[in-house]
């Protein structure tokens, strides 16, 4: 694995020299953005900087236990001016949701480890061999010998976990593994996680699964897998649309199955918002790409401008052709 010395020196001298940092993910944000901001933002308050973290989109419910997750200014653009800007697990800057223009800060990070991601910033520290952003800032730590917080820690644990998929992923290394251990011995409990993350739905939430479940179909190959949420569905679970965490997953749990969609419609109409997961060496990051969104080999997503019906036919038949 590629030590990626020489950037995080890059980012430790930047650290250095700012004073004011802004700190954003990607739009629909998971453990991996909230718990990567949470952590850096702490440990750069630490260093006597002033950090502002934003999201474009609301935090999900269940991130929420985490402290410093109060912190995060949710669905507004900042106005001011930074010394730096560091944006977390974004292929591109507009992956932030426009929250920041290049004219806002005087430099610009990049941490990443999608395996296509575009060198934006100044400073691009893109490692897709990483398990999760987490672990990236989990190695800014390390090289600036900061030990971490219980909070830190928490925010971490919570980052690798998700992004990894309870430690059950292929991108689950040794390494990951080891940092995981280290942050249980700097005070976390894998059971008030795993709680957290996994154990708290809300009524309205299961209430989603099953209109999703009702839309569930499958190709007559038996390889692809998909279902859709429109917004009577959300209205008649009295749901919210941050609240399809983890649905997916019951479309790429069919036995055959290599391939899930969920075409989810957005609240901004003619909007819908597609996550898709894949078995094995199936790169669904190509298709992601392909409708200018991103992600993993196994899990990425992208947003469609048109219906339901429209979104369905164009990524289904993209599949066909890439995959």
């Not at 930047?14 to 993910?25: N, Q, S, T």
């Not at 950090?51 to 912190?71: N, Q, T």
């Not at 199955?257 to 989810?264: D, E, G, P, Y």
Request: net charge positive.
């Amino acid at each position: 694995m590629k030590s990626h010395d020489k950037e995080l020196s890059q980012i430790i001298s930047a650290i250095k020299k700012a004073r004011k940092f802004f700190i954003a993910g990607h739009v629909k944000p998971d453990g991996d953005t909230i718990g990567s901001s949470i952590a850096l933002s702490s440990l750069l308050a630490r260093l006597d900087k002033n950090a502002e973290v934003y999201s474009k989109d609301e935090i999900p419910y269940f991130l929420k236990f985490l402290k410093g997750s109060a912190k995060i200014s949710s669905g507004k653009r900042p106005q001011g001016n930074y010394d730096c800007a560091i944006i977390l697990e974004c292929s591109s800057l507009e992956r932030a949701g426009f929250l920041i223009n290049r004219g806002q800060a005087k430099i610009f990070i990049n941490i990443d480890h999608h395996r296509i991601s575009d060198t934006f910033a100044d400073i691009n520290y893109i490692d897709p061999a990483a398990s999760s952003s987490a672990e990236q800032v989990y190695r800014l730590f390390k090289k600036m010998n900061m030990r971490f917080t219980l909070e830190e820690a928490e925010a971490l644990y919570t980052g690798a976990v998700s992004d990894t998929g309870r430690f059950q992923y292929s991108n689950t290394t040794p390494f990951c593994l080891s940092m995981a251990a280290e942050l249980v011995s700097a005070g976390v409990r894998p059971e008030k996680i795993f709680t957290n993350l996994y154990e708290r739905n809300k009524f309205s939430s299961l209430r989603l699964l099953g209109e999703a479940l009702k839309t569930l179909k499958v190709l007559p190959s038996g390889k692809t897998a998909w279902m859709e949420l429109s917004n009577s569905a959300f209205k008649k679970a009295k749901a919210d649309h941050s609240e399809t965490e983890n649905i997916i997953n019951y479309a790429i749990s069919i036995e055959g199955v290599k391939v899930a969609l969920l075409f989810s419609e957005g609240e901004k109409k003619g909007s819908i918002k597609v996550s898709m997961r894949s078995r094995g060496n199936i790169d669904v990051s190509k298709v992601a790409k392909s409708f200018e969104g991103g992600g993993h080999r196994n899990a990425a997503g992208f947003d469609f401008c048109g219906t339901l019906k429209k979104a369905e036919k164009n990524v289904l038949s993209n599949l066909e052709k890439n995959l």
